[in-house]
Nanobody
Framework: QVQLVESGGGLVQAGSSLRLSCAAS????????MGWFRQGPGKEREFVAVISFGGANTNYVDSVKGRFTISRDNAKSTVYLQMNSLKVEDTAVYYC???????????????WGQGTQVTVSS
């Protein structure tokens, strides 16, 4: 079992930056691929970014490429999402999740955090 807790969300203006954090409870953190997903009001939850077990490989949804960066610190059992040049359409609840393999499908993730709200105003 893995417990995930997100933090770092907030209300910001378009063009600004936020850094989200996700802390995991267990020592097996490095054995999971870690992903970020988001869900806006009335929308489906969508894939945002994923990072492999050791952090060497990453993947992003096209809409955030060049603006968002996912990273991890296995010694701290924490994954991050650095979000720059934020847009109004980035407004959503952001969730971190853990998977046994590197993938983008939400169905492949076994553990989920409670989510943190990101609101971007114009």
């Amino acid at each position: 079992q893995v417990q995930l807790v997100e933090s770092g969300g907030g209300l910001v203006q378009a063009g600004s930056s936020l850094r989200l954090s996700c802390a995991a409870s267990g020592r097996a953190f490095s054995r999971y691929a870690m992903g970020w997903f988001r869900q806006g009001p009335g929308k489906e939850r969508e894939f945002v970014a994923v990072i492999s077990f050791g952090g060497a490989n990453t993947n992003y949804v096209d809409s955030v490429k060049g603006r968002f960066t996912i990273s991890r610190d296995n010694a701290k059992s924490t994954v991050y999402l650095q979000m720059n040049s934020l847009k109004v359409e980035d407004t959503a609840v952001y969730y971190c999740a853990a998977a046994s393999s590197f993938q983008t499908s939400r169905r492949g993730y076994d553990y989920w955090g409670q989510g943190t709200q990101v609101t971007v105003s114009s």
